[in-house]
């Protein structure tokens, strides 16, 4: 099973930019379709991004489209979340998911493996 570690998270202001990084150690990382979900205080975890295994095809949750970029290196085995204009509705612990080997389905079910989290603060 591929393990996941997220990093990248800390306090921003509203309006201030992180990158969050997800690193794999799986063999096969090229083939997994990868996501971000995040949860927020006293909220159910939710859909944020989610990237096809080519890089191709992104997708994203209508709260975050236009501030948020999604991204891979494959080679490096590696998941980005650019995230841009934070709001105070941002802050949440955000998790890197990466789907079953083969998967077709939707971006924003909730399947697959996870990373421990890492946390962003946006502060007003």
């Known amino acids: 099973q591929v393990q996941l570690v997220e990093s990248g998270g800390g306090l921003v202001q509203a309006g201030g930019s992180l990158r969050l990084s997800c690193a794999a150690s799986g063999r096969t990382f090229s083939g997994y379709v990868m996501a971000w979900f995040r949860q927020a205080p006293g909220k159910e975890r939710e859909f944020v991004a989610g990237?096809?295994?080519?890089?191709?095809?992104?997708y994203y949750a209508d709260s975050v489209k236009g501030r948020f970029t999604i991204s891979r290196d494959n080679a490096k085995k590696t998941l980005y979340l650019q995230m841009n204009n934070l709001k105070l509705e941002d802050t949440a612990v955000y998790y890197c998911?990466?789907?079953?080997?083969?998967?077709?389905?939707?971006?924003?079910?909730?399947?697959?493996?996870w990373g421990q989290g890492t946390q962003v603060t946006v502060s007003s």
């Open positions: 990237i096809q295994w080519n890089g191709g095809t992104t």
């Open positions: 998911n990466a789907k079953p080997l083969g998967y077709y389905g939707d971006y924003t079910q909730q399947i697959g493996s």
